[in-house]
């Protein structure tokens, strides 16, 4: 089946733009994760939701970062005011939660600030 | 604090050989464990996860991995390995409970697999 699809796959954009970055999960998972992987280091979580709510948005670094889940499936990660330190690569991830939140990962979109 | 230590930025081994990329944890409570790799300019790929039961878990691609729960370890291994492994591997734990279930990832271990 489809796997978690994320687009653009890269964005290049300039210093005090505002971005959005599309996730699409696998269907029928009601759990959604954002993490951010700057190089040479492991992902960082950012927000999770569960169905259209975000449990748990303790990792997004500033009130520049928003995320939403409308309708409970896409979800669509929201930079204000762009840095250059906001350079990276956003990963989504989303799982079921009868497999004890296995996470299976979209492929990212890489974000370059200018 | 939930961590993850992978303490070997690069491991090297040759074709054939057998291969450990070591992990260790910290957690409060009892943790959930995860591998996962990362081939150049691709999305993580789950790989084999702890959750209860035996010590030793069977993932894709012969990969195991061992829970150490004494030495709070959880490093992956392969009896033999092949060039086609050369990748980024990641650890990773989510604690027992934590309904949210974001995981904690260590830094990578880049393994190179030489002919």
């Known amino acids: 089946g489809a796997g978690v699809s994320q687009t653009p796959s890269n964005k290049v954009t300039e210093k005090g733009k505002y971005v959005e970055l599309r996730c699409d999960p696998i269907?029928?998972?009601?759990?959604l994760y954002w993490y951010r992987q700057s190089l040479g280091q492991g992902p960082e979580f950012l927000i999770y939701?569960?169905?259209?709510?975000?449990?748990?948005d303790s990792g997004l670094p500033n009130d520049r970062f928003f995320a939403v889940r409308p309708e409970g499936s896409v979800s669509t990660l929201k930079i204000q005011r762009t840095e250059r330190g906001d350079s990276a690569v956003y990963l989504c991830?989303?799982?079921?939660?009868?497999?004890?939140?296995?996470?299976?990962f979209g492929p990212g979109t890489r974000l370059t600030v200018t | 604090a939930q961590s993850v230590a992978q303490p070997e930025d690069q491991v090297n081994v040759a074709e054939g050989n057998p291969l450990t990329v070591k992990c260790t944890y910290s957690?409060?409570?009892?943790?959930?464990l995860f591998w996962y790799v990362q081939y150049p300019n691709r999305g993580l790929q789950f790989l084999l996860k702890?959750?209860?039961?035996?010590?030793l878990v069977k993932g894709s691609y012969g990969f195991e991995a061992e829970f150490n729960k004494s030495q709070t370890s959880f490093h992956l291994k392969k009896p033999s390995a092949l060039v086609s492994d050369s990748a980024l591997y990641f650890c990773?734990?989510?604690?027992?409970?934590?309904?949210?279930?974001?995981?904690?990832f260590g830094q990578g271990t880049e393994l190179s697999v030489k002919p």
């Open positions: 939701f569960q169905g259209t709510g975000a449990a748990d």
């Open positions: 957690v409060s409570g009892n943790p959930y």
């Open positions: 991830a989303s799982s079921s939660p009868g497999t004890y939140y296995e996470q299976y």
């Open positions: 269907s029928g998972h009601t759990a």
């Open positions: 990773a734990v989510r604690e027992v409970g934590n309904q949210g279930g974001k995981l904690i």
């Open positions: 702890y959750i209860t039961g035996d010590n």
